[in-house]
């Protein structure tokens, strides 16, 4: 019998809430790709994040960032909140500076996110195992299950993107001419709250964009690695 049967069939016999295993559609591993429309490398990022979304065990998002934006183009999707986001990362990962296109797995690993082989191995090898809560999301609520307390409290986000391919005509910059696919584009990103381990639910604001898609994450505090995650 493998570790994660045993470990289902220990929980439901003692009637616990069931841990978040990653790499499954229930619990997928979360990949997030910081670009910028105006970067001349973030094409094959997209790209790679186009075709990784499409796995069922992965939660791809793309977040725009803005220091691109004086360099002759704007970036139609970027925000200063995503910017602040990977600094958040690059302060965990003791990195000196930001760049594009950069990927962070599960927030404890960052790739270069033109190189597909290696966030696939980033995704092996950062896998959350069974370190955080069960996450259950309905239209209006979140729920997390208890589990074993973080050693600071989690910050709890809701996510919504676009699940759908947006193309963007670029006319200015480095890409400029060129029309770039988009896809799983976070347009919005609103901490909830805590968790620090018992059960807890949380209110999920009114979406005034019904095309958006909805996800959690459960992170170990501003550039922390994700304990949980889940799509509404």
């Given at each position: 019998m493998n570790a994660r049967l045993c470990t289902i069939l220990t929980f439901a016999a003692l009637g616990l809430s069931m841990p978040a295993f990653a790499g499954d559609a229930q619990h997928p591993a979360?990949?997030?790709?910081?670009?910028s429309q105006g970067c001349s490398s973030c094409p094959p990022a997209n790209a790679n994040v186009i075709d990784l979304s499409k796995r069922p065990d992965i939660?791809?998002?793309?977040?725009?960032?803005?220091?691109?934006?004086?360099?002759?183009?704007?970036?139609?999707?970027?925000?200063?909140?995503?910017?602040?986001?990977?600094?958040?990362?690059?302060?965990?990962?003791?990195?000196?500076?930001?760049?594009?296109?950069?990927v962070i797995v599960n927030g404890r690993a960052d790739v270069v996110g033109t190189e597909k082989g290696e966030i696939e191995a980033a995704i092996?090898?950062?896998?959350?195992?069974?370190?955080?809560?069960?996450?259950?999301?309905?239209?209006?609520t979140v729920s997390i299950g208890a589990a074993a307390a973080p050693d600071r409290p989690a910050d709890v986000w809701l996510v919504r993107y676009d699940p759908r391919i947006v193309q963007v005509a670029i006319r200015?910059?480095?890409?400029?001419g060129r029309t770039l696919p988009h896809k799983n584009v976070v347009?919005?990103?609103?901490?909830?709250?805590?968790?620090?381990?018992p059960a807890q639910s949380y209110a999920i604001p009114t979406n005034g964009e019904p095309d958006l898609a909805t996800a959690v994450l459960i992170q170990a505090g501003p550039g922390g690695a994700v304990l949980a995650a889940a799509r509404g």
């Open positions: 979360v990949v997030e790709l910081f670009q939660l791809a998002l793309s977040f725009g960032v803005t220091y691109w934006d004086q360099l002759g183009w704007k970036d139609t999707f970027g925000s200063p909140q995503y910017t602040a986001r990977q600094w958040d990362y690059a302060r965990a990962l003791h990195h000196s500076e930001v760049w594009t296109p950069q092996t090898h950062a896998d959350r195992g069974l370190a955080g809560p069960a996450v259950a999301i309905t239209p209006t200015r910059g480095e890409n400029g347009r919005e990103l609103v901490k909830l709250g805590v968790w620090t381990g």
